[in-house]
């Protein structure tokens, strides 16, 4: 069981490291995909003189697994460049309740493509876990029920989400985590590139403060986040990772209290409990089938 211990607390830091990302969209005065292209473009420099230190002191990666971060990489750009640009279109309650429908699509291609048998338990705590998500950000779902631009854009960057949590879990099988990360940053810079290019987005001539976003939410939302939630995806399934990631928007609406002035109501707070339950259910469901299955 100990070593579960730091792949759980690399999925809690990694919730707090992402919990930001909505604020830090809103903070930058730029488009969504010009925020998310710095957003790795600045974490994959800073974390090259490392990734270079690693190389030399690891085992060279097998060319044919380079496959597995190169496409999630692609993944991720596609996530950052929807789900960035949904908060223009839609309110940031909107976009990360449909953002985090992303263990509904996990657990989907995780029982009918990889066959994974998952217990009756984990799907009790997944529908309270999406049901306590959807009750956090209800108050203003409820208020904007109309599916508009900006939600199929939150909707479409959950299948993108879930597409690199399912990858990323078959690939850090294969490679470690820093270097993993890396190779993903890597790839989405130019992804996020490219589509910047075809939208015709400037990238530069951005205010300090700004430019001063784009450093942090590198450095949290990527460096730390990213690598955090990679370090646990090599050591637990994408099933369970998944809906423990529902804890982003229960942390997002504390830490927009005092950075927002956004105090949750009655409602939001009964659905933090619920989603807390499931979180905790899938766990227990997780942890019983280690134990029925010791050499897994």
Known sequence: MQNKFFPHIALAVGIIALSMSAMFVRWAEAPGTVTGFYRVLISTILMTPLFIRQQKKLEPIDKKYLYFPLVAGIFTAFDFAFWNSSLKYTTAANATLLGNTAPLWVALVALFIFREKLRGTFWLGLVL????????????????????????????????????????????????????????????????????????????????????????????????????????????????????????????????????????????????????????????????????????
């Open 129 to 296: 876990a999406l049901t306590g998500a959807a009750l956090i950000m209800g108050s203003d779902f409820l208020l904007h029920p109309t599916f508009g631009l900006g939600d199929l854009m939150a909707s479409a960057a959950a299948i993108f989400y879930a597409s690199y949590q399912l990858i990323t879990q078959r690939g850090r099988k294969h490679i470690d985590p820093f270097r993993y990360i890396w190779f993903v940053s890597l790839s989405a810079t130019f992804g996020l590139l490219i589509m910047n290019l075809v939208l015709g987005y400037q990238l530069t001539h951005y205010s300090a403060q700004t430019w001063i976003i784009f450093l942090a939410t590198a450095i949290v939302s990527q460096m730390i986040g990213y690598l955090a939630i990679s370090y646990a995806l090599g050591h637990l399934p994408a099933s369970i990772v998944s809906p423990t990631l529902v804890g982003q928007p229960i942390l997002t609406t504390i830490i927009a209290i005092p950075l927002l002035g956004e105090i949750p109501n009655a409602i939001q707070w009964i659905g933090g409990a619920i989603a807390l339950a499931g979180i905790y259910i899938v766990n227990q469901s997780h942890a019983q089938k280690d134990q029925e299955t010791p050499n897994a």
